[in-house]
C-alpha cells in the first residue's frame, strides 16, 4: 500500500519483552522486561527498530543470569548462598518493597523528553531515535508517592497532570494528583523540572492500609475524575509478602460488596466536590474520555464485574486459556456515568437527578449520597484510544481492540458513541495491539487522521507488520512487514516529526 505523505515520526511502543532469564521464568506476563520497539516513517518508508530497556532490573538480572530482582507478580529472592546475616537483612528491607524500575506499561511526553513509565514510583528516559535507556526519575524524591500511573493525561500548556498513592504518610494514605511542568524558567534549566512538580490536591483513601488499585483517571476542562474502587491493595499483606513467600500480587483483593466512589477534583480551585457519588462494585483498567454538559460531567469507561483480567494474564492460565479457548469470566464493558455535579440540593429522595437524555441515572440517597448508574454502550473493547484533541470535550469516536471470548485481540474497532455504530477490522491469524490515532495535519473532523496498530501473527510462518488503515473508513491504506519475531505491546504513543529534537539541538 501507500502511506500519507503527511505520516513523518515515530510510533513507539512499550510491552513485556522478555520472560525467562537463565532458568528462571516470571510467573505473569506483565512482569515480563520491556522491550521498546519503534516504527519511523519518512518518506513514505518504514524503519523498526527495537531494544530492551536497560532499566537497574534488566542489568541487575542479566548480570546474575536468573531473576533476582522482584516484579508484581513474581518475588525473587537473593542468592540462597550467601550467609544468614544477609538472608536477614534482605527479609528486613523487603519490609516497605524498593520497587523495579522495569518501565514496561506506556510512554510519557514531558516537555521535550520521553520516559518509559509502569506503577512503581520510577521512570526511565529514553531517546526515542535510538532507544537507548538514559536517567532514571524517582517520583518519591519530589513528592510522596509510591505508586503512581503510566496513563498520564496532558493539558493545553503541555503540563502533566498525573496520580500517585502515598502509603502511610505521617499517618495518611492518600491519592495525590500532582503536575509536572512542560518548561521550567531558563535561569532552572540545569536543574530537574521534578523539582518544580506540585501537588493539585490529595483524596485522602477510604481504607488506611487498603488503598484502592487504580491504572487511569478522566479529566474534563474543569475536573479531574478518580474513581475509588473496591479493587485494593493490602498494605500490611504487602509488608509481609517476602517473608511470606508470595508476590505482591496477592495483596490485591476485590470486594465486590463495597461500593465504588467517584471523586471530582475541580482544577481550579484545586479541591475535592463535597457531594459524594458512588455506584455497585467494578474493577476498571481503562478511563475512554469525559466532558461535561449542562451542569453534568459524562465519563467512559471500560470495566470489569470482577478481577479475573489480571488473573488469566499468569502464563500458566494464559496457556491454558489460549489452548482451550476459554471464555472470560468478566466481559469488558463500556459504561457511560452521568454525574449532575450541579443538581437541585433540595430534590426529593430516590428521584433522578440526571436531566441529560440517556438510560444512565443518578438518584439521591436517603444520606445525601448519590447512587449513579451507566449506560451500556457495549462490550467486548479494551485499551481505547481517541483522538486526544477531544480529550475533556464532547466527542463521537472511541478506537480499541475487539476482545470477544479470550484475552487476546483479534480485532481493532471504531465506535462511535452516539450512533453506536462500529467499524472492524480484522484477518485470520492476527493479534492486533492498541490502535494509535494520528490526525491529519489539516483535520477538519475528529477522525481525519490514520490508525496505527502493530500485528502479531498466531500463525509463526507469517511474519508481524504495522498496519495503517484510514480512521474514517476503516479501509487499509497500507502494511510494512517486519521479519522478526514481533512482541505483543501493551501502550505507546506517536511523535510527530516536529517534536523530535535533531541531533545538533
Same mark, same amino acid.
Given at each position: 500500500?501507500?502511506?500519507p505523505?503527511?505520516l513523518q515520526?515515530?510510533?513507539?511502543r512499550?510491552?513485556?519483552?522478555?520472560?525467562?532469564?537463565g532458568?528462571t521464568t516470571?510467573?505473569?506476563w506483565?512482569?515480563?522486561l520491556a522491550l521498546?520497539h519503534s516504527?519511523?516513517?519518512?518518506n513514505?518508508?518504514?524503519?523498526?527498530r527495537?531494544?530492551?530497556?536497560?532499566?537497574d532490573t534488566?542489568n541487575?538480572?542479566?548480570?546474575?543470569n536468573?531473576?533476582?530482582?522482584s516484579? =508484581?507478580?513474581?518475588?525473587a529472592?537473593?542468592?540462597?548462598?550467601k550467609?544468614?546475616?544477609?538472608?536477614?537483612f534482605?527479609y528486613?528491607?523487603h519490609?516497605i518493597?524498593?520497587?523495579?524500575?522495569n518501565c514496561?506499561?506506556?510512554?510519557?511526553?514531558?516537555?521535550?523528553?520521553?520516559?518509559a513509565?509502569?506503577e512503581t514510583?520510577f521512570?526511565?528516559?529514553?531517546d526515542?531515535q535510538t532507544?537507548e535507556?538514559?536517567?532514571k526519575?524517582?517520583?518519591?524524591?519530589?513528592t510522596?508517592?509510591?505508586l503512581?500511573t503510566s496513563?498520564?493525561?496532558?493539558?493545553?500548556?503541555g503540563n502533566?497532570?498525573?496520580?500517585?498513592?502515598?502509603i502511610?504518610?505521617k499517618g495518611k494514605?492518600?491519592y495525590v494528583?500532582?503536575?509536572? /511542568?512542560s518548561s521550567?524558567p531558563?535561569?532552572e534549566?540545569?536543574?530537574s523540572?521534578?523539582?518544580?512538580v506540585?501537588?493539585?490536591c490529595?483524596?485522602?483513601?477510604?481504607?488506611?492500609?487498603?488503598p484502592?488499585y487504580?491504572h487511569?483517571?478522566?479529566?474534563?476542562e474543569n475536573?479531574?475524575?478518580?474513581?475509588e474502587?473496591?479493587?485494593?491493595?493490602?498494605i500490611?499483606?504487602?509488608a509481609?509478602?517476602?517473608i511470606?513467600?508470595v508476590?505482591w500480587?496477592?495483596?490485591?483483593?476485590?470486594?465486590?460488596?463495597?461500593?465504588?466512589?467517584f471523586?471530582f477534583v475541580?482544577?481550579k480551585?484545586k479541591k475535592?466536590?463535597s457531594?459524594k457519588?458512588?455506584?455497585?462494585?467494578?474493577?476498571?483498567f481503562?478511563h475512554?474520555?469525559?466532558?461535561?454538559?449542562?451542569?453534568?460531567?459524562?465519563f467512559?469507561?471500560?470495566?470489569y464485574?470482577?478481577n479475573s483480567?489480571?488473573?488469566m494474564f499468569?502464563?500458566?492460565?494464559l496457556?491454558?486459556?489460549?489452548?482451550e479457548?476459554?471464555?472470560l469470566?468478566?466481559? /469488558?464493558?463500556?459504561?457511560?456515568f452521568?454525574?449532575?455535579?450541579?443538581?437541585?440540593k433540595?430534590a426529593?429522595v430516590?428521584?433522578?437527578l440526571?436531566?441529560l437524555?440517556?438510560t444512565a441515572?443518578?438518584?439521591?440517597?436517603k444520606?445525601?449520597?448519590?447512587?449513579?448508574q451507566?449506560?451500556i454502550l457495549c462490550?467486548?473493547?479494551?485499551?481505547p484510544r481517541?483522538?486526544y484533541?477531544?480529550?475533556?470535550?464532547?466527542y463521537?469516536?472511541? =478506537?480499541?481492540t475487539k476482545v470477544?471470548?479470550n484475552?487476546?485481540?483479534a480485532?481493532?474497532?471504531?465506535?462511535?458513541?452516539q450512533?453506536k455504530e462500529?467499524?472492524?477490522?480484522?484477518?485470520?491469524?492476527?493479534?492486533p495491539s492498541?490502535p494509535?490515532f494520528?490526525?491529519s495535519?489539516?483535520a477538519?473532523?475528529?477522525d481525519d487522521g490514520?490508525?496505527?496498530?502493530?500485528v502479531?501473527?498466531t500463525?509463526?510462518?507469517k511474519?508481524? =507488520?504495522l498496519l495503517?488503515?484510514?480512521?474514517?473508513?476503516?479501509?487499509?491504506?497500507?502494511r510494512?512487514?517486519?521479519?522478526?519475531?514481533m512482541h505483543l505491546d501493551l501502550?505507546?504513543m506517536?511523535i510527530p516529526?516536529?517534536d523530535?529534537?535533531t541531533e545538533?539541538?
Amino acid at each position: 500500500g501507500q502511506l500519507p505523505t503527511w505520516l513523518q515520526g515515530i510510533l513507539l511502543r512499550n510491552g513485556p519483552g522478555m520472560h525467562t532469564i537463565g532458568d528462571t521464568t516470571y510467573n505473569h506476563w506483565f512482569d515480563g522486561l520491556a522491550l521498546l520497539h519503534s516504527f519511523t516513517f519518512k518518506n513514505g518508508e518504514v524503519y523498526y527498530r527495537s531494544k530492551y530497556l536497560r532499566s537497574d532490573t534488566y542489568n541487575c538480572n542479566v548480570e546474575a543470569n536468573r531473576i533476582v530482582v522482584s516484579e =508484581f507478580g513474581t518475588m525473587a529472592y537473593p542468592d540462597p548462598c550467601k550467609n544468614i546475616f544477609a538472608k536477614a537483612f534482605s527479609y528486613l528491607s523487603h519490609t516497605i518493597p524498593e520497587f523495579t524500575d522495569n518501565c514496561l506499561i506506556n510512554i510519557m511526553k514531558t516537555g521535550d523528553d520521553f520516559y518509559a513509565t509502569s506503577e512503581t514510583n520510577f521512570i526511565r528516559k529514553i531517546d526515542p531515535q535510538t532507544l537507548e535507556t538514559l536517567d532514571k526519575v524517582d517520583y518519591s524524591k519530589y513528592t510522596a508517592v509510591n505508586l503512581a500511573t503510566s496513563h498520564p493525561h496532558y493539558d493545553s500548556a503541555g503540563n502533566i497532570l498525573n496520580m500517585g498513592t502515598s502509603i502511610v504518610d505521617k499517618g495518611k494514605t492518600k491519592y495525590v494528583l500532582f503536575k509536572i /511542568p512542560s518548561s521550567v524558567p531558563e535561569k532552572e534549566k540545569k536543574k530537574s523540572r521534578f523539582n518544580h512538580v506540585e501537588v493539585v490536591c490529595s483524596i485522602p483513601s477510604r481504607s488506611l492500609l487498603q488503598p484502592s488499585y487504580y491504572h487511569s483517571f478522566g479529566m474534563t476542562e474543569n475536573y479531574i475524575i478518580f474513581v475509588e474502587q473496591p479493587f485494593r491493595l493490602d498494605i500490611v499483606k504487602m509488608a509481609t509478602a517476602y517473608i511470606r513467600g508470595v508476590n505482591w500480587a496477592s495483596c490485591l483483593s476485590y470486594h465486590k460488596e463495597d461500593k465504588t466512589w467517584f471523586h471530582f477534583v475541580d482544577r481550579k480551585t484545586k479541591k475535592e466536590i463535597s457531594t459524594k457519588f458512588c455506584t455497585d462494585a467494578m474493577v476498571l483498567f481503562h478511563h475512554i474520555n469525559a466532558y461535561e454538559e449542562d451542569g453534568h460531567i459524562v465519563f467512559d469507561l471500560i470495566a470489569y464485574t470482577d478481577n479475573s483480567l489480571y488473573e488469566m494474564f499468569y502464563l500458566k492460565k494464559l496457556h491454558k486459556y489460549l489452548e482451550e479457548c476459554n471464555q472470560l469470566s468478566s466481559v /469488558p464493558t463500556c459504561k457511560r456515568f452521568i454525574v449532575p455535579l450541579q443538581h437541585d440540593k433540595d430534590a426529593e429522595v430516590g428521584s433522578n437527578l440526571v436531566t441529560l437524555p440517556s438510560t444512565a441515572t443518578a438518584v439521591k440517597e436517603k444520606d445525601g449520597s448519590i447512587y449513579c448508574q451507566p449506560e451500556i454502550l457495549c462490550e467486548g473493547i479494551e485499551l481505547p484510544r481517541i483522538n486526544y484533541d477531544y480529550n475533556g470535550k464532547n466527542y463521537k469516536y472511541v =478506537f480499541a481492540t475487539k476482545v470477544q471470548w479470550n484475552p487476546v485481540p483479534a480485532e481493532i474497532v471504531k465506535f462511535n458513541m452516539q450512533t453506536k455504530e462500529a467499524l472492524q477490522w480484522g484477518e485470520e491469524h492476527c493479534w492486533p495491539s492498541e490502535p494509535v490515532f494520528v490526525p491529519s495535519p489539516d483535520a477538519k473532523e475528529e477522525d481525519d487522521g490514520v490508525i496505527l496498530s502493530c500485528v502479531v501473527m498466531t500463525d509463526p510462518k507469517k511474519a508481524p =507488520f504495522l498496519l495503517v488503515l484510514d480512521a474514517k473508513t476503516f479501509k487499509e491504506l497500507g502494511r510494512a512487514i517486519v521479519n522478526i519475531e514481533m512482541h505483543l505491546d501493551l501502550h505507546g504513543m506517536f511523535i510527530p516529526e516536529k517534536d523530535l529534537k535533531t541531533e545538533a539541538e
